[in-house]
């Protein structure tokens, strides 16, 4: 994902392009996909098949650095009922506990990987008094807290799981319409995003109060994505829906964007903050396009708006980007059938 101006004197075009971009191909449509977190399985991931019916698959592919493809492992491939909406293996970088791999869909469920097979290690249902559950949107993994994964879901409500004693830990009403996205900003402060059009920060240490950090103009006007700066948490980032603008916010000064990203020439639908610097973001849409922004200069105007420092344009609509934490030079997007990971 270099800046095309490069001069590359290393061989050919054709072998620099090689070893910068690898490719998989699903037997289907890709939308959920995650990198794995632990530093003993580099460069490995998770897919989930987006297809209208009840049962799809995920499979956990590798790249195999010696001959350049990216494998699937059949033993290591599952049916999941309804296509996940989100997948995140454990935060565990050091590899102290379980190889465990998290799922949402009608149900979070969180599966452990073995050697040579997945299973379901549990499934942790929200709403035990009805028979009907209101489907979960997205969910995030407590990075400082790994026994903890909160939940947004169509019926308003975010929860927060203890996975370890498989209870939860808290469930609150978080909006007045369907939440969309969830994301941690410690260990005990969390913010979603809805249909409501606002981003709600909240902490568990009192759980009667929400902070509106922002509405979007138009009423009525969805968010459908957060991601909040793990490096500098002051920072967090969201999609409008059916929007071609990333809206940057700083927590500190609620209300207003402090920058507002418009390079993109069609809906936006994936957003990642850089593991590694606080002042990196990149975003992928509908115009094929995935953008890298160096934000360090967003508190000074820039006439006619920021410009991205990097720019990819995929074969297809990018529904899906993930920044790996354990691998920061390495982006992973999925676009209709195929999974790309990108070294930036």
């Known amino acids: 994902m270099g800046a095309s101006s490069d001069p590359n004197p290393e061989g050919s075009d ?39 019916q009840y049962p799809n698959r995920v499979e956990i592919v590798q790249l195999d650095e010696s001959t350049g493809d990216i494998r699937s492992d059949p033993n290591l491939s599952f049916e999941h009922p309804y296509p996940p909406t989100k997948t995140i293996f454990i935060p565990d970088k050091e590899s102290q506990k379980p190889d465990l791999l998290a799922t949402s869909s009608d149900f979070l469920r969180v599966w452990r990987i073995s050697d040579d097979r997945v299973h379901l290690k549990t499934l942790l249902n929200g709403n035990k008094n009805s028979e009907f559950c209101g489907p979960l949107t997205s969910f995030d993994w407590n990075e400082a807290e790994p026994k ?4 947004s879901s169509i019926d308003t409500t975010c929860t927060i799981w203890d996975i370890e004693r498989e209870t939860v830990d808290t469930q609150l009403i978080a909006h007045d319409k369907e939440v969309y996205d969830i994301a941690w900003g410690g260990v005990g402060v969390f913010a979603s995003v809805s249909a409501d059009g606002s981003v709600r920060v909240f902490d568990l240490r009192d759980k009667e109060h929400s902070t509106i950090i ?11 994505r957060l991601g ?36 993109h020439q069609s809906s936006v639908n994936a957003i990642a903050w850089a593991p590694h610097s606080s002042c990196h973001i990149c975003t992928a849409g509908d115009d094929s396009q995935a953008l890298i922004w160096d934000l360090s200069s967003m508190s000074q105007p820039v006439e006619g708006g920021l410009d991205p ?17 354990s691998q920061p030079d390495w982006v992973a997007i999925a676009f209709s059938t195929k999974l ?5």
């Not at 999609?239 to 964007?257: E, G, Y």
């Not at 790309?340 to 930036?344: D, E, G, H, M, T």
């Open 14 to 52: 054709e072998q620099q392009k090689r070893s910068e971009i690898y490719t998989y191909e699903a037997p289907w449509h890709i939308y959920a996909m995650n990198w794995s977190v632990r530093r003993d399985k580099k460069y490995r991931l998770a897919i989930a098949s987006f297809l209208e």
């Open 148 to 151: 903890r994964i909160g939940t």
């Open 214 to 224: 922002y509405e979007s103009s138009e009423p009525d006007t969805p968010l459908v």
């Open 228 to 263: 909040w700066n793990k490096q500098d948490p002051r920072y967090m980032a969201t999609i409008i829906m059916d929007s071609a603008k990333v809206v940057v916010l700083d927590i500190r000064f609620p209300t207003l964007p402090v920058v507002e990203l418009q390079r």
């Open 309 to 325: 420092i990097l720019a990819y344009t995929a074969g297809a609509e990018i529904e899906q980007l993930q920044w790996s934490s």
């Open 340 to 344: 790309q990971i990108l070294r930036v």
